[in-house]
C-alpha cells in the first residue's frame, strides 16, 4: 500500500478504536447519589434508569410522601452525575473525530 492509503487506514482504526472505547464507556457509566442523612441512596445507569435504591431503616420515621420526594431527588442528582460521565465519555469520542491540521496527511505535516 502507498503512504497515503496505509495513512487512511490508521486513522480509520483509530476512529473505530475510539468508537469502541465509547461504546465500551458509556456501559460503564452509573450515576450515583446518597442524600446528606443518609436516608436514601441511589445509582442511576447512563440513561438515569434507577438501578439500585436502598433505603435506611430510620426511613420509617418519615412520611411516605416526605420519603417519595427524598428519592426523586436523590434520582435526579444521581442522573446529573451520570450525565457529567456520559458528557466526558462523549467529549474523548468527539476528540477522536477532530480532523486533521490544514497542509498534513494523517496528522504529519507535509
Same mark, same amino acid.
Given at each position: 500500500?502507498?503512504?497515503?492509503?496505509?495513512?487512511?487506514?490508521?486513522?480509520? !482504526?483509530?476512529?473505530?478504536? =475510539?468508537?469502541? *472505547? #465509547?461504546?465500551?464507556?458509556?456501559?460503564?457509566?452509573?450515576?450515583?447519589?446518597?442524600? /446528606? /442523612?443518609?436516608? @436514601?441512596?441511589?445509582?442511576?445507569?447512563?440513561?438515569?434508569?434507577?438501578? /439500585?435504591? #436502598?433505603? #435506611?431503616?430510620?426511613?420509617?420515621?418519615? !412520611?411516605? +410522601?416526605?420519603?417519595?420526594?427524598?428519592?426523586?431527588? *436523590?434520582?435526579?442528582? +444521581?442522573? !446529573?452525575?451520570?450525565?457529567?460521565?456520559?458528557? &466526558?465519555?462523549?467529549? !474523548?469520542?468527539?476528540?477522536?473525530?477532530?480532523?486533521?491540521? +490544514?497542509?498534513? @496527511? =494523517?496528522?504529519?505535516? &507535509?
Amino acid at each position: 500500500m502507498s503512504a497515503e492509503m496505509d495513512a487512511l487506514v490508521a486513522q480509520a !482504526t483509530e476512529k473505530l478504536e =475510539a468508537l469502541e *472505547a #465509547a461504546l465500551f464507556g458509556l456501559k460503564q457509566v452509573r450515576g450515583r447519589f446518597t442524600s /446528606d /442523612d443518609g436516608l @436514601v441512596s441511589v445509582e442511576v445507569d447512563s440513561d438515569g434508569a434507577l438501578i /439500585d435504591l #436502598a433505603l #435506611a431503616e430510620s426511613v420509617s420515621g418519615h !412520611t411516605p +410522601a416526605d420519603v417519595g420526594q427524598l428519592i426523586i431527588w *436523590a434520582c435526579q442528582q +444521581a442522573a !446529573t452525575d451520570a450525565g457529567r460521565q456520559r458528557s &466526558e465519555v462523549v467529549a !474523548t469520542l468527539n476528540s477522536a473525530f477532530v480532523p486533521p491540521a +490544514a497542509g498534513s @496527511v =494523517a496528522g504529519r505535516a &507535509e
